[in-house]
């Protein structure tokens, strides 16, 4: 399995911004998918993650701003964030997975090479 993130940008607060994340493996469609972002000077954490069956999940911070799909026949996994804030700039990551502990990092076997998103006051 191999993941590229994309879509990242510079955007002011309010706005909106969509990630994608282009996969390729042949499994990619029994694969959890998730975002996880990390902060200049932060630990990485959880953003949201959908499972094979779509079922989603998101960190609290998010929770109704971000929302996490997948097309599988386009094997794609996009996050759709809205309402920006400061706090939301960081480096987002793309990941994939089998295990079902989702917000766990460990859970992820493959991850994306990351992009930026910055969120100006």
């Known amino acids: 399995v191999q993941l590229q993130a994309s879509g990242g940008g510079l955007v002011q607060a309010g706005g909106s911004l969509r990630l994608s994340c282009a996969a390729s493996g042949r499994r990619i469609g029994s694969a959890h998918m998730g975002w996880f972002r990390q902060a200049p000077g932060k630990e990485r954490e959880f953003v949201a993650a959908?499972?094979?069956?779509?079922?989603?999940y998101y960190a609290d911070s998010v929770k109704g701003r971000f929302t996490i799909s997948r097309d599988n026949t386009k094997k794609m996994v996009y996050l759709q964030m809205n309402s920006l804030r400061p706090e939301d700039t960081a480096v987002y990551y793309c990941?994939?997975?089998?295990?079902?502990?989702?917000?766990?990092?460990?859970?992820?076997?493959?991850w994306g090479q990351g992009t930026q998103v910055t969120v100006s006051s």
């Open positions: 990941a994939a997975g089998y295990s079902d502990t989702l917000r766990d990092q460990s859970t992820y076997g493959y």
């Open positions: 959908i499972t094979w069956r779509t079922n989603t």
